[in-house]
């Protein structure tokens, strides 16, 4: 049994999807790269880039000298003009974080530790590379106790 015709178009679909592909991981890791040196000029000691708790994920785990919080930070990217980039960290993306916390907590390392939740919103020129970024600090409140 003979298949449809081999159409040439079939061949640039694929690469161009697997470009677009490495071009958005690309850009991620750069706006992750951008946020955790701005946190660090900033005071921030990163303790750890792409926290996998199953099959959650925090972006960048934080805390601060002299103060008792662990803090998790999301980073959004988008390109320039695009819509706000911290507006993409919904209801369903906090609760995942808050998730994530939590399971956090329970490691004998963290115990007693206080979570905060920061956002970092990246916006990316053509080039996929970091244009301006804005840090918000307690971006939201999960009440854990």
Do not use: C
Not at 10 to 39: C, V, W
Not at 83 to 112: I, N, Y
Request: glycine fraction near 4%; aromatic fraction near 4%; charged fraction near 25%.
């Amino acid at each position: 049994m003979q298949g449809p015709p081999h159409n040439g178009a079939m061949n640039t679909k694929r690469p161009l999807t697997q470009e677009k592909t490495a071009a958005r991981i690309s850009s991620g890791q750069n706006a992750e790269s951008a946020a955790a040196d701005m946190l660090q000029a900033k005071g921030y000691n990163i303790i750890k880039r792409n926290v996998r708790l199953g099959h959650l994920e925090i972006d960048l785990l934080a805390t601060l000298p002299n103060t008792n919080l662990l803090i998790v930070i999301e980073v959004k990217a988008r390109r320039v003009g695009a819509h706000a980039p911290e507006l993409r960290v919904d209801w369903r993306k906090q609760r995942h974080l808050t998730l994530a916390a939590q399971l956090l907590l329970s490691r004998r390392m963290f115990r007693g530790k206080q979570i905060q939740f920061d956002v970092i919103a990246v916006e990316m020129d053509q080039l996929q590379k970091p244009h301006s970024l804005r840090h918000i600090p307690r971006a939201f409140d999960a009440n854990m106790k």
